[in-house]
Nanobody, 123 residues
Framework: QVQLVESGGGLAQAGGSLRLSCAAS????????MGWFRQAPGKEREFVAA????????KFADSVKGRFTISRDRAKNTVYLQMNSLKREDTAVYYC????????????????WGQGTQVTVSS
């Protein structure tokens, strides 16, 4: 079992930055692929980014490539999502997720989810 708790959400201006954190507890965190999803009002939840257990592989949605980075600190059992050059369309609830499998070309459906943290970007 893996428990995930997000933090770091809030209000930012367009063009600004925020860093989200996801603290994980439970056994074998270091072996899990970690990632982030988001869900904007009236829209379906969408994949944002993922990082392999070693940190050597990452994957990003096209909409955030070049603006967001993902990293993990295995000693702290924490994964981070650094969001730069924020846009209004980045406004959403952001969810941390974990799974043993790295996302492939098809839909990634992680087995573990956090409760989410709100990110609001104003113009």
């Amino acid at each position: 079992q893996v428990q995930l708790v997000e933090s770091g959400g809030g209000l930012a201006q367009a063009g600004g930055s925020l860093r989200l954190s996801c603290a994980a507890s439970g056994r074998a965190f270091s072996t899990y692929v970690m990632g982030w999803f988001r869900q904007a009002p009236g829209k379906e939840r969408e994949f944002v980014a993922a990082i392999s257990w070693s940190g050597s592989s990452t994957k990003f949605a096209d909409s955030v490539k070049g603006r967001f980075t993902i990293s993990r600190d295995r000693a702290k059992n924490t994964v981070y999502l650094q969001m730069n050059s924020l846009k209004r369309e980045d406004t959403a609830v952001y969810y941390c997720a974990a799974d043993l499998r790295f996302p492939g070309p098809s839909v990634w459906d992680p087995g573990y989810w956090g409760q989410g943290t709100q990110v609001t970007v104003s113009s």
